[in-house]
């Protein structure tokens, strides 16, 4: 009996407010210009400062030294980066992005 009236009010909560129930985070937003940390030397070869540009799950990255690379939002906390840099990075609750690399960029 109890089963029925929990699968019930269940039921009614998804027909009330079906986005309110399932409804996923919203991807983050990366644009932005961000610092790579730890200074200087693990930067010295990716790059101090970068640019990301983000359409939807697209990114486009650049640094300081004019080298672009294309990335991908791949969950609402993990992305990917493809040459020059090939990684793969966490986005932490500041916003930072945490890289394979050891690196982190820091927006700024």
């Not at 029925?4 to 009614?12: D, E, G, H, P, T």
């Not at 693990?42 to 540009?53: A, D, K, M, R």
């Not at 300081?64 to 690379?69: N, Q, R, W």
Request: proline fraction near 7%; charge should be neutral.
């Amino acid at each position: 009996m109890l089963d029925r009236i929990l699968a019930a009010a269940v039921i009614s909560l998804v027909a009330l407010h079906p986005c309110d129930v399932f409804a996923q985070g919203a991807a983050p937003i990366l644009s932005g210009t961000y610092r790579c940390t730890p200074e200087p030397s693990p930067c010295q070869t990716s790059g101090q400062t970068f640019t990301v540009t983000q359409s939807g799950n697209n990114l486009d990255f650049k640094n300081d030294k004019g080298e672009v690379g294309r990335g991908t939002l791949t969950s609402d906390i993990s992305l990917t980066a493809g040459p020059p840099w090939n990684m793969v990075g966490t986005i932490l609750p500041d916003r930072a992005i945490q890289w394979s690399n050891g690196t982190k960029w820091q927006k700024q």
